[in-house]
């Protein structure tokens, strides 16, 4: 099992109105990124590959309720941010499963129409909450069967090294990556969606009630102290 620390912690609390028909998408994507349409499982051993990272648009919706997330700042750390009530957001899944489990790392990158607001890159099990587990019902594709809960393994392993991400204001709809897995990786982006209006300035986003605000700050400072995690990946 790989070890991961995660900073950041999503409600289970539903914050979508009716699902909408998909609009955002990924448009293009380079170095071991593949684009696929939405298979039927992404669950360990389902959708492998040894030499690509699939990416396949999930689902388009309306926020219910304000939720703060994660998003990077200038110098490349997540932080906190606040996406608004009514904000439409479009959610995308990157899925990267070796075959028969073997150590791999792939590089690559995915290029979206419409701008990056949010990324949930951990299913860590903190304070009784699983980011990717807790929102595959709201973001994740009907059709499609997500992996059985409660595996630590899924997310990303960010703060350790195993894996990165990258992001530059000056390309707001491109998601960099470098995943190094030996059994499965997966994270997911939400964009926004035209015509509504860009979130204001920078930083990515994880779901959680602004209530939780608190909590998650709680954890950034405590890792922030003892791992040094907000310099550049």
């Not at 099992?1 to 409600?11: D, S």
């Not at 998909?22 to 990124?33: F, I, L, Q, R």
């Not at 499963?97 to 949930?120: C, H, K, Q, S, Y």
């Not at 400072?221 to 907000?230: A, E, N, T, V």
Request: glycine letters at 10%; aromatic letters at 6%.
């Amino acid at each position: 099992m790989r070890r991961k620390i995660a900073g950041f912690v999503a409600a289970a609390a539903v914050i979508l109105s009716a699902a909408l028909p998909a609009d955002a998408a990924v448009v293009s994507a380079s170095g071991a990124a593949e684009i696929i349409a939405p298979p039927a499982a992404v669950g360990d051993g389902a959708t492998e590959s040894s030499t690509k990272v699939r990416l396949f648009n999930e689902r388009q919706l309306n926020l219910t309720a304000a939720v703060t997330l994660s998003f990077f700042n200038a110098n490349g750390a997540l932080v906190p941010r606040t996406l608004n009530t009514g904000l439409c957001v479009q959610s995308h899944l990157v899925h990267f499963d070796e075959v028969n489990a073997r150590p791999a790392v792939l590089t690559g990158a995915a290029v979206f129409d419409m701008e990056i607001v949010a990324v949930l890159p951990t299913n860590l099990n903190i304070l009784g909450v699983r980011l990717l587990d807790s929102t595959d019902a709201a973001f994740g594709l009907l059709g499609t069967t997500y992996p059985a809960a409660g595996s630590n393994g899924r997310g990303l392993e960010i703060f350790l090294g195993g894996d990165s991400l990258s992001y530059s204001a000056a390309q707001p709809n491109r998601l960099g990556f470098t995943l190094n897995t030996d059994g499965f990786d997966q994270l997911r982006v939400l964009t926004a969606c035209a015509p509504d209006p860009v979130v204001p300035e920078s930083s990515f986003v994880l779901l959680l009630p602004v209530s939780g605000a608190v909590v998650v700050g709680g954890w950034m400072l405590m890792l922030r102290r003892r791992s040094g995690w907000l310099s550049p990946w």
